[in-house]
């Protein structure tokens, strides 16, 4: 990359038009920040595929504050929230998966996170609260691929409690 801006600084000195100079310099810019990106979120998922939990979970959440926009984030989110669930760290997972949830709602991503609210509602025996998740799904995303498992919750929790 050095050697793509210095022979823009040559080509700009020489008499390229400064808006092309400007742009192709704004354009360098933001594949940079794209790669530093998707660097940061491989790292994270390089000590998740060593079992680095510890520092995946750093990595994750560095790149969450970082990266406000980042491309990768509801999928940061989603490791975070596997890891601490994976730990039976439900309350942990819980706040994750809401962020994740409340940042992409509209999408199948949120309604994933937001389903699994409620699972880890199931694990800490909180039926009450996941059966108003679940319920919520089969009402409110009725498109998505997680209604139908959400009604089989449904139907799991009425048979425990009979």
């Known amino acids: 990359m050095g050697a793509i801006r210095t022979i823009l600084v040559i080509l700009c000195l020489i008499g390229l038009p400064a808006g092309l100079c400007a742009a192709d310099e704004n354009r360098e ?3 940079l920040d794209a790669l530093a990106d998707d660097l940061k979120f491989q790292n994270g ?13 750093e ?10 926009n ?14 601490y669930f994976n730990r039976m760290e439900y309350l942990k997972a819980v706040d994750k998966y809401r962020a994740l949830y409340e940042e992409y709602s ?3 991503s949120g309604v994933e996170a937001y389903y699994n609210i409620g699972l880890c509602y199931v694990k800490m025996g909180y039926e009450k609260k ?27 929790i009425d048979i425990l409690q009979e």
């Open 29 to 31: 810019d933001q594949s």
């Open 45 to 57: 998922l390089g000590f998740l595929k060593i079992k680095k939990y510890e520092k995946a979970l």
């Open 59 to 68: 990595t994750f959440n560095e790149y969450l504050e970082i990266y406000q």
């Open 70 to 83: 980042g491309t990768h984030r509801h999928e940061a989110y989603r490791h975070i929230a596997e890891i």
């Open 106 to 108: 509209n999408t199948e």
């Open 130 to 156: 996941a059966a108003e998740i679940f319920n919520d799904i089969v009402e409110n995303h009725a498109d998505s691929a997680y209604r139908q498992q959400a009604e089989l919750q449904l139907s799991m």
